[in-house]
């Protein structure tokens, strides 16, 4: 059986390689940037840690010694108040506040254990049979043929891009700075507080260090030196920005191809879901690939699966979201 194409090595394309290869079905995964990699600290819900149980890295999660929250302080539409994961009869639903840096390496480092190839190189280009399918890459290391690649690439959406899949926009241009501060701060948190101008999440993600993130509309961008009034006193890392712009491909599925994660869909991070899209949706394609590989499932059904789970979900946290943003009176939602 040949190997399936990962491009990526992020959340999503750990979680499809993890998924394959459970099936023994061989991975190649396609990175182009060097792990560990810059990325803001990321607050993982409670409901990632079965996944993660089911891909097999769970012990790799409770090794990192992430700090342990039990809910969110929010102040969205009002006073903060804190919000509380829930409750069974083990106790308080608990979630992570992780490293993305190292939760991303750690997802890898699972699946370079487990039998994936990891190749150091940059996609050039997609390869097609002779019925027009979706049939490998081009790397700059040269072709690696696959019955089916997965793009995992992030929210450059590369594959989607190179088959002049349309990208659908759902809200006004959004951009999102976000950084780090270390020292003491006594704030409750992990804390989203809106204002008339956009939203601000801070979150202790290492004992005295703090993950920030700000999201405006363009015209409102922070400047490079911007920091949240409360953490004002601490000393401050560089920031950096990325565009959060809600998007999704207009087809992320087809004959030979899956898009995952921010590849496919792009919400901003008030959702909270971004990782666990990651995740669900690597596994979702992973499964998928498997049917079709090994049990014969016809290609186009997969395809069209694999399309109304992710756009049925990704239209659902959009009326969420539009719904929490008319509450706010934040970008023109009402």
Known sequence: MRQVAIIGGGPSGAAAALTLLDAQIPVTIIEQKPFPRYRPGETLHPGIQPLLARLGVVHRLESAGYVRHVGVWSG????????????????????????????????????????????????????????????????????????????CSGSAHMLARR????????????????????????????????????????????????????????????????????????????????DVTWRMAQTVAGSGYFLTGDAAAVLDPSSSHGVLRA??????????????????ADAQLCALTY?????????HDVKEMSHAYCAANLFDFC
């Open 279 to 296: 995740i669900m949706s690597g596994m979702m394609a992973g499964h998928l690939v498997i049917r079709r590989l090994c049990d014969g």
């Open 76 to 151: 969205w539409s009002g006073a903060m108040q804190f919000v509380p994961y829930g409750t069974d009869t083990n106790g308080p639903w608990r979630g992570y506040q992780a490293i993305r840096a190292d939760f991303d390496q750690r997802l890898l480092d699972s699946a370079r254990s487990r039998g994936a190839q990891i190749l150091a190189a940059k996609v050039t280009g997609v390869l097609f049979n002779s019925s027009d399918e979706v049939a490998g890459v081009m790397t700059s290391e040269g072709p690696v043929a696959a019955p089916c690649v997965i793009d």
């Open 307 to 315: 399309q109304n789970w992710l756009s049925s979900w990704f239209h």
């Open 163 to 242: 088959l002049r899949i349309p990208i659908v926009r759902y809200s006004p241009p959004l951009v999102a700075r976000f950084g780090y501060a270390t020292g003491c701060c006594e704030d409750p948190s992990p804390s989203i507080r809106a204002d008339h101008e956009g939203w601000t999440w801070i979150a202790e993600v290492e004992p005295n260090r703090f993950q920030w993130t700000r999201v405006t509309e363009v015209h409102n961008r922070p400047g490079r030196t911007w920091i949240p009034d409360d953490l004002r006193d601490l000393q401050a890392e560089p920031s950096r920005s990325a």
